[in-house]
């Protein structure tokens, strides 16, 4: 049996990378994971439970849990959109034993895809997957990606300050690129894709045309 074809697909917030993913997975008929939503899942069972998303053993008995009875619902809760989850996501994301206990939960969706995965998140080409034929790594200007997260909080219904949101996303970089553990960074081999000034579909068209050299 053909093992599933991987793409991995990392980059910053707001870079458009959760839309090419789940672009490219309804495309290709394959399996999609979006990695951040784990961290968030386990970012926001511990505010559920009055707990601080600090303190790392809490983090890790959240983590174990998560993996011990994760299902594709869990992940869909549109309450992990919240900036509360995100940022309790962010906290999480940066303690070692967190990462490793979430780390096999990933690879395994990875290999059990039937067809093909594409995950999703900031370390999937350096550490989950590093194997991956294919791997992108999606970067945006940071006032593009503000603006992105303000018209899409708008659409939720949300007021969003965009001096605000383009403070917190740069706060978001400088920690998920200086954390010592899975910092955000392209594994050597990833495509790097712009998209400050292209549309969804065109990042999508040339995704394709990349992806269709190992195909
Ligand atoms: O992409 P996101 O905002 O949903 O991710 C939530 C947090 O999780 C973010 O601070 C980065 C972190 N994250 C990570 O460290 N590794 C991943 N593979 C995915 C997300």
């Known amino acids: 049996m053909t093992p599933p074809f991987i793409i991995t697909i990392d980059g910053p917030a707001g870079s458009g990378k959760g839309t090419l993913a789940r672009a490219l997975a309804a ?48 992940l869909s809760d549109p309450a992990l959109r919240d900036d509360a989850a995100g940022n309790a996501g962010s906290v999480v ?24 995965a ?9 550490v989950i997957c590093p194997e991956a034929p294919v791997k992108f790594f999606v970067i945006a200007r940071p006032d593009v990606r503000a603006r992105r997260r303000v018209d899409e ?13 383009l403070k917190d996303i740069l706060a978001r970089d400088e920690r998920d690129i200086h954390r010592p553990i899975a910092p955000l960074k392209p594994a050597p081999d990833a495509i790097l894709l712009d998209t400050s000034d292209i549309s969804a579909e ?11 050299r190992f195909l």
């Open 27 to 74: 495309h290709l008929g394959f399996d999609h994971l979006d990695t951040g939503k784990i961290y968030r899942r386990v970012g926001y069972d511990l505010l559920k439970a009055g707990q601080d998303p600090h303190h790392e053993p809490s983090a890790l008995i959240a983590a174990n849990r998560l993996t011990s009875s994760l299902t594709p619902e869990m």
């Open 93 to 116: 994301a940066s303690m070692p034993s967190v990462r490793a206990a979430l780390l096999e939960a990933q690879r395994q969706f990875a290999r059990r895809a039937t067809k093909g």
């Open 118 to 126: 594409v995950l999703d998140g900031r370390d999937c080409g350096t």
């Open 153 to 165: 909080l708008s659409a939720m219904g949300l007021p969003a300050v965009y001096d605000d949101v």
């Open 202 to 212: 065109a990042v999508f068209n040339r995704a394709l045309s990349d992806i269709a």
